[in-house]
């Protein structure tokens, strides 16, 4: 465990992401916390095989997610709020600000050989890849991590029986700076960003970043320029993706135009240099909200409508764009799409059929 020690320089003062925040995050509470409201240790929410993601990442044997506590957006309607929201949004947040200490989201402090263990016990259960999930304000001990996974295993439980030879897939929300993912290159061959706007007052509304239109079609271009396509074949499993980039979009409803900008932005910009995946699951999480998060940050209260769907593949068509995955539209029950919402404090976040755990914050490895 981390406990008091001394945390490696990026994190003192902390200017890992584009919050600037620096603040010292040496010890096991940053005082003040920094936006994202995690300290020097990387905490973890869990670690499971995963098959829900697009099929050249699922493969045959599944992802191997990575859940890391603590996130450095703000998006008001966060599917993984119970990991994500830290001092911003919890419903402990409150009792933070009067003096209770702060809380975080959901999570336990894990040292570099329990992160390998992790990492090698999900290749050793058969993933295709380790997904490392919103890991934006932690990269260094991430990339402590996976080298220490590289190298082999240490001892104990949870080994794969020898060094870390899949593929890593760095999952973000793209608001991150160049030089933070500079720091990646060295240790991550597939990044799976998030663009999930280019309207700066959508930005401010719901993701509490006015600037991460540029901020992140400049991440975007940084790992188009660390990254390129490649796929390998392999037996039982087809294509899967051990290089490149794939940018994904969420689609709101009512927010078609942000859309549009997204897919023309894609086309000039990333058509035959990465793949798309349109994403269209979005789910109000009004009912989820904690009494202090303001309703207007919350996010549309409907689902994507058919006609909104068809709309959207239009657009692509018309933009030429034709490499990468669409999501089916939502179904007719919204109550059916709620048992899909993932629930951190279960030992399996997700329904078993999209998922296997591996390791949770409380049980340990599982
Ligand atoms: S990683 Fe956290 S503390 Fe560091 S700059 Fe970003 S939000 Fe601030």
Redesign the pocket.
């Known amino acids: 465990m981390m406990g008091d020690m001394e945390a490696p320089a990026p994190?003192a003062p902390?200017?890992?992401?584009?919050?600037?925040?620096?603040?010292m995050?040496r010890t096991a509470s940053?005082e003040p916390?920094?936006?994202?409201?995690?300290a020097a240790g990387l905490r973890l929410a869990g670690a499971s095989i995963h098959r829900g993601e697009e099929p050249p990442i699922t493969g045959r044997g599944g992802s191997g997610t990575i859940f890391v506590s603590?996130c450095?957006l703000g998006c008001g309607f966060c599917q993984n709020r119970q990991i994500s929201l830290g001092l911003r949004g919890n419903p402990g947040a409150a009792a933070a600000r009067r003096g209770a200490g702060p809380f975080k989201g959901l999570g336990r402090l894990v040292d570099t050989e329990e992160l390998a263990r992790i990492c090698l016990t999900l290749q050793g259960r058969g993933a295709e890849n380790i997904n490392i999930v919103t890991g934006?304000?932690?990269v260094p001990a991430l990339v402590d991590g996976i080298a220490a996974a590289r190298r082999g295993p240490a001892s104990g439980e949870g080994r794969g029986g020898g060094p870390l030879s899949i593929p890593v897939l760095w999952n973000s929300s793209a608001y991150e700076v160049p030089e933070t993912l500079e720091l990646l290159s060295g240790a991550v061959e597939v990044f799976l960003p998030d663009l999930k706007t280019l309207d700066r007052s959508l930005s401010e509304r719901y993701y509490n970043a006015p600037n991460y239109p540029e901020t992140a079609a400049a991440a975007i271009g940084k790992m188009l320029e660390l990254r390129r396509l490649r796929f390998e074949e392999r037996a039982g499993s087809g294509e899967v993706m051990v290089s490149g980039v794939m940018v994904r979009h969420l689609v709101l409803p009512g927010h078609l135009d942000s859309t549009r900008k997204v897919l023309r932005w894609f086309a000039e910009h990333c058509a035959g240099r990465a793949l798309l995946s349109l994403m269209f699951q979005y789910t109000d999480m009004a009912a989820a909200r904690p009494a202090d998060f303001p309703a207007e940050r919350t996010g549309p209260d409907r689902r994507i409508s058919e006609a909104e769907y068809h709309t959207v593949l239009g657009w692509l068509r018309e933009y030429g764009v034709e490499d990468g995955y669409c999501q089916e539209p939502p179904g007719s029950d919204p109550a059916a799409d709620a048992e899909w919402l993932p629930d951190f404090e279960r030992t399996n976040p997700f329904p078993s059929e999209l998922s296997t755990p591996v390791w949770h914050w409380r049980e340990g490895f599982v």
Do not use: F, I, M, T
Not at 33 to 38: D, I, Q, S
């Open positions: 994190y902390c200017r890992l992401c584009p919050r600037r925040c620096g603040v995050r940053a916390p920094g936006y994202c409201g995690e603590g450095n934006s304000h932690a």
